[in-house]
């Protein structure tokens, strides 16, 4: 676990892009359907920017298999006349597949931003961004504010938590349990809680033994010297209640906020 974790680098996640003293334009451009299953789409629509010598400094794509997929391409304009930037539009629009392109000027010099996707969803389901700021408001801030009445609510907004996402997750796995595994493992990364490693469990006895590496609420409350995980040992109790289809408590027994290197909790009935 400790090489993958090495492995992993961040995803900066952004719909702008800040360039101080760069003249940045957007371009916001609508794909037919039929676009997922064609290959070189993406060739022909970024071709128009490379053959007229206008770098790409950003571009984020939304498929969609089912109806119109739409992304975004982020160009650096600097130094050019800016009637290039328009006069792409009729090359872009003649792409095969390319059912609009609206042009996206900067906000203000160096300031660049797609007005146009809204809401944001991950798989099927509207979510929200919590930066560090806010969910350091949300966890580390509130917890010192009211004490340990508001431990006990993370707890509890966890246990929720992770009982609708095992729902979610057995939608696709079934009831399979290490498909289960498999995917909850994947996908609790990619929600960025941390990345799991479930070392064992058993079904008869209704126990488990999870590793957390990299805790986002943890990493709150570093050289605090004892555990500090109530929302997320709150998501595994629901997960795990779920999966073993029998109320259990997560104990935490190792915390990176003590100076250990993962958190680690023990999962067995109530």
């Known amino acids: 676990m400790k090489r993958e974790l090495k492995k992993c680098v961040p995803f900066n996640f952004q719909w702008f892009v800040w360039l101080p003293g760069r003249v940045v334009y957007g371009f916001h451009f609508v794909l037919d359907a039929r676009a997922f299953y064609r290959p070189g789409i993406l060739e022909r629509i970024t071709k128009v920017f490379s053959v007229n010598g206008v770098p790409i400094v950003h571009y984020a794509i939304s498929f969609n298999p089912k109806t119109e997929s739409h992304g975004v391409i982020f160009a650096d304009f600097t130094g050019l006349d800016l009637t290039v930037a328009y006069e792409l539009l009729p090359t872009l629009r003649q792409v095969q597949y390319v059912v609009d392109v609206k042009i996206i000027p900067p906000l203000f ?18 979510a929200i961004l919590f930066l560090r700021r806010n969910y350091v408001a949300f966890d580390k801030v509130l917890r010192e504010k009211i004490g340990t009445a508001y431990e006990v609510m993370l707890y509890l907004a966890g246990f929720e938590i992770g009982q609708s996402a095992f729902k979610a997750h057995r939608k696709i796995a079934g009831d399979d349990p290490e498909r289960l595994i498999k995917i909850t493992q994947a996908l609790y990364k990619q929600v960025a809680y941390g990345i799991m490693e479930i070392k064992w469990y058993d079904m008869d006895r ?41 109320e259990v408590i997560a104990i935490e027994t190792k915390c990176i906020a003590k100076g250990d290197p993962y958190c680690q909790f023990i999962i067995k009935p109530k």
Not at 109 to 126: A, C, K, N, S
């Open 206 to 246: 209704c126990e488990a033994m999870v590793r957390i590496y990299d805790n986002f609420e943890c990493e709150l409350f570093k050289e605090t010297d004892k555990p500090a995980s109530h929302f997320i040992r709150g998501t595994m109790a629901g997960w795990f209640s779920a999966f073993f289809n029998k």
């Open 109 to 126: 010099e160096g300031f660049t931003i797609d007005p146009y996707f809204f809401p944001l969803i991950v798989g099927d389901e509207r």
